[in-house]
């Protein structure tokens, strides 16, 4: 035993540091694992899985831990790359809004072109006058969709909180959205009005994800607050600009713990990529699709390159220099 109370041991070929007096299960739950479903062989013997919450790690112990995937000889799959926020996986790293569409059976197509599983929805009044006039719901089924409420057009702190009550009480929904606006002209977050915001939603039991400054200072307090998941802008809301500080999204990135989403300024496919590849974990857009001349097409087109972002990140892309470094040998040369 090391004198830090660790324990030496291999795990499938990897060496590994774990705390003295640790169970093979704890160590499958540390690494993400259901102990359930994996088998273990520990220093050549099989153990058997009644047994894995009783057996205990020793230092120098070698492990094989393994479960059943799909068979056959093919390349690992690419595409199993799925992200958390408050304990809710997604696959799909594109979100999607709900608004300035023409009409709702609009709003439903490119939702499922998209291949979104969290919406973005605002909290309006009911219209009392026509209780037959058709709903979000009618299009979009919320069983279906992950429907994640905002609090659009909130300017306070008191305002947001308030919608969001709300909202949780006509769909039991604990996950939202906040932003709070500064101010009409640029829609850009009063991170003051934000951080209050938070801190009280959190307490309330509420799981935020928070439209925010690129700032790295502010989002790290934001995470320190309760954050769920931080959601810096791009660029102002609905303005398509683009990613203009991308700096900045890479120290967020770098400096936060929650997942990070890119929010508002997406103006095209490019866009959502190159917020990909520098790291963040989902996309979330509405104008650049709604807006576009097909939003059907838009929204497919948006779902390839947040892939296609997503994979080059993963990837890990080759260095910038300063001059050219010619592809083929020199040597040989006739």
């Known amino acids: 035993m090391h004198s830090d109370g660790t324990i030496s041991i291999i795990v499938n070929g990897d060496h590994r540091r774990v705390k003295a007096g640790m169970t093979i299960a704890a160590l499958a739950n540390e690494l993400g694992l259901v102990p359930e479903k994996v088998a273990v062989e520990r220093n050549l013997e099989v153990v058997p899985r009644s047994t894995l919450a009783q057996v205990l790690l020793e230092d120098g112990d070698e492990l094989e831990i393994v479960h059943f995937v799909g068979g056959g000889d093919h390349a690992a799959a690419i595409d199993d790359d799925s992200w958390t926020v408050a304990g809710r ?4 790293r594109l979100i999607v809004g709900t608004g300035k569409y023409k009409d ?5 197509a ?3 072109a998209s291949g979104a599983e969290i919406i973005t929805v605002a909290v309006r009044r009911v219209n009392v006058s026509d209780p037959n006039a058709p709903m979000l719901t009618d299009f979009i089924d919320p069983r279906k969709f992950t429907y994640l409420p905002n609090t659009a057009g909130c300017y306070t702190a008191e305002e947001a909180i308030r919608t969001l009550r709300l909202a949780r009480e006509a769909g039991g929904w604990d996950l939202v959205k906040l932003e709070v606006l500064g101010e009409a002209r640029t829609l850009y977050p009063d991170m003051i009005e934000t951080l209050r915001a938070t801190e009280i939603l959190a307490k309330e039991g509420f799981l935020p994800m928070v439209y925010c400054a690129d ?5 790290k307090r934001l995470e320190n607050a309760g954050a769920v998941a931080i959601m810096p802008l791009g660029a102002p809301i609905g303005s398509g600009l683009g990613i203009q500080n991308p700096v900045m999204i890479r120290l967020i990135v770098e400096g936060t713990t929650a997942p990070v989403v890119v929010d508002a300024g997406v103006g095209t496919a490019s866009d959502a990529a190159a917020a990909m590849e520098l790291g963040c974990d989902a996309v979330l857009m509405n104008t650049a699709i709604a807006e576009a001349k097909d939003p059907v097409m838009m929204a497919a087109a948006m779902k ?4 296609a972002g997503r994979l080059a990140y993963r990837a890990g892309r080759m260095a910038k220099r300063r001059y050219a ?4 040998p020199l040597a040989g040369l006739i």
């Open 89 to 92: 996986t997604f696959r799909s």
């Open 104 to 108: 709702f059976a609009q709003n439903a």
């Open 110 to 112: 490119a939702l499922e």
């Open 215 to 219: 700032d790295p200072i502010a989002t």
């Open 304 to 307: 390839a390159a947040v892939e």
């Open 325 to 328: 470094d010619p592809s083929s």
